[in-house]
């Protein structure tokens, strides 16, 4: 299984700051997700990033928002932007595994003030 | 519209009293369907993956079977290690689809 670690693992910000969450594979994929989960809320996917193109964002997320990095194999970012408090969640990013589903990491705790 | 619906929304359970979570999905090509235990404040861990009717997985005191619209995670003995958020998903054109999820609390 995949090996997945993310920074910061929790953050206060500002009204109309911007964060970059950052996720590291131990091994390489293809693709990588991030997700948002809302206080007391399942998993909603933000976006799939694939290296070497543009992030597909899902409906309801778009890119000013949400800008993603993919610059190789193993890394991603994720940048909240303009953040407002309806931003704050837990961040989660994920690679699939070769059974179909996907690893998770520890996820990245964010407290929009 | 693909769903998944997980029930019941909460559960709480004596210390070794069984009982069992439920996953009903409507997907179609449907890849897998996951199990994932989370506990408060961190990522999800994988637990099983089911792909066909009739499949059935165990680990530990938890055994999660598979019918062709809903999986049943069984939960046998409980202890209150187990307390957790149990996720069930699906697979749809790699893509991970999650139920809201069941927020298990097993009592000493």
């Known amino acids: 299984s995949a090996v997945i670690s993310q920074k910061p693992s929790r953050d206060i910000c500002q009204r109309g700051t911007s964060l970059t969450i950052q996720c590291q594979v131990d091994?390489?994929?293809?693709?990588m997700f991030w997700y948002r989960q809302q206080p007391g809320q399942s998993l909603t996917l933000i976006a799939t990033?694939?290296?070497?193109?543009?992030?597909?964002?899902e409906s309801g997320f778009v890119i000013d928002k949400f800008p993603i990095s993919r610059p190789n194999l193993t890394f991603s970012t994720l940048t909240v932007s303009n953040m407002s408090p309806e931003d704050s969640s837990i961040y989660l990013c994920?690679?699939?595994?070769?059974?179909?589903?996907?690893?998770f990491g520890p996820g990245t705790r964010l407290l929009v003030l | 519209e693909d769903q998944v619906t997980q029930s019941p929304e909460a559960l709480r359970l004596q210390e070794g009293e069984s009982s069992s979570l439920n996953c009903s999905y409507t997907?179609?090509?449907?890849?897998?369907l996951f199990w994932y235990r989370q506990d408060p404040g961190k990522g999800p861990e994988f637990l099983f993956t089911?792909?066909?009717a009739g499949e059935e997985k165990e680990k530990e005191r938890l055994k999660a079977t598979l019918t062709k619209k809903e999986s049943f995670l069984h939960i046998t003995a409980p202890k209150p290690e187990d307390s957790a958020t149990y996720l069930c998903?699906?697979?749809?054109?790699?893509?991970?689809?999650f139920g809201k999820g069941t927020r298990l609390h097993i009592l000493p």
């Open positions: 994920s690679a699939p595994s070769s059974s179909e589903t996907q690893y």
């Open positions: 091994s390489q994929v293809t693709m």
């Open positions: 990033a694939n290296q070497g193109s543009e992030a597909t964002y």
């Open positions: 997907v179609s090509g449907l890849r897998g």
């Open positions: 089911l792909y066909s």
């Open positions: 998903a699906v697979n749809r054109d790699d893509k991970i689809i």
